[in-house]
C-alpha cells in the first residue's frame, strides 16, 4: 500500500526530479539495510536498522514497507521470547537430572551481561 497524498505532497514540495532522486536514494539504502537483516544482526542492530526502514518508509509514502519493517520487529521480539522460554526447558530439564544448566550467550541480553 502507498500513501500516494504524501507522495504527491513530496512531488510538489521538491518537484519531479528531486522526488525520483530521493525515491532512487531511497530505494538503494532500503536495498543495503534489507540484505543486512537477511544476513543476521543482533538485537539491537536490527532495532536500529527496523526503525531506519520504518521511518524512512513513512516519510515517502511507503507505508506497506512500514508495516512490513514493524512486523518484523515482532517477530523478532516473539523469537527471543520463545529462545527465552526455550532455554528455561532445558535448564530445567537439565536440573532435574542434577546436572548444571548451560551457558547460553545467544539468549541473553548484551546489555545485562556487561
Known sequence: MMDTARIEELRQEIGEDDLSLVLGIFAAEAEE???????GLSEA????????????????????????????????????????DLQDTLNVSMQQLGLAPPIAPSC????SAA
Do not use: K
Open 108 to 111: 541473553e541480553d548484551p546489555a
Open 33 to 39: 539495510v534489507i540484505a543486512r537483516i537477511g544476513a
Open 45 to 84: 542492530e536490527l532495532g536500529q536498522a527496523v526503525h531506519f526502514l520504518r521511518s524512512s518508509a513513512l516519510n515517502i509514502g511507503f507505508t506497506a514497507l512500514a508495516d512490513q519493517a514493524d512486523s518484523a520487529v515482532r517477530l523478532s521480539e516473539q523469537a527471543q521470547s520463545i529462545a527465552r
